[in-house]
């Protein structure tokens, strides 16, 4: 059975850092492409940042520059660090395994002064 389970959510003021963890089971994250989304109130939910063999990296535009997608194999844990947050970035934050039905229960992230 396929678990994932993030963190590292939380409250950050306009300007902060968090990076969220997706930590995974049952399935072995060095040979899928790993997402991480986002969905905020009232939106659709989008992707945020990617991660597929090799390291090779994709991200949304309104993110680029900001976050970083990683992942640990031996740890079979995916990273998303998230650098100048702004009030725009507040949602709740999904991981996924590309191309699956596997998702993560998601973690909240809210930027606010």
């Known amino acids: 059975q396929v678990q994932l389970v993030e963190s590292g959510g939380g409250l950050v003021q306009p300007g902060g850092s968090l990076r969220l963890s997706c930590a995974g089971s049952?399935?072995?994250?060095?040979?899928?492409?790993m997402n991480w989304y986002r969905q905020a109130p009232g939106k659709e939910r989008e992707l945020v940042a990617g991660i597929r063999g090799g390291g090779i990296t994709n991200y949304a535009d309104s993110v680029k520059g900001r976050f970083t997608i990683s992942r640990d194999n031996a740890k079979n844990t995916v990273y998303l660090q998230m650098n100048s947050l702004n009030t725009e970035d507040t949602a709740v934050y999904y991981c996924?395994?590309?191309?699956?039905?596997?998702w993560g229960q998601g973690t909240q992230v809210t930027v606010s002064s």
């Open positions: 996924h395994v590309a191309g699956s039905s596997y």
């Open positions: 049952g399935i072995t994250f060095s040979i899928v492409a």
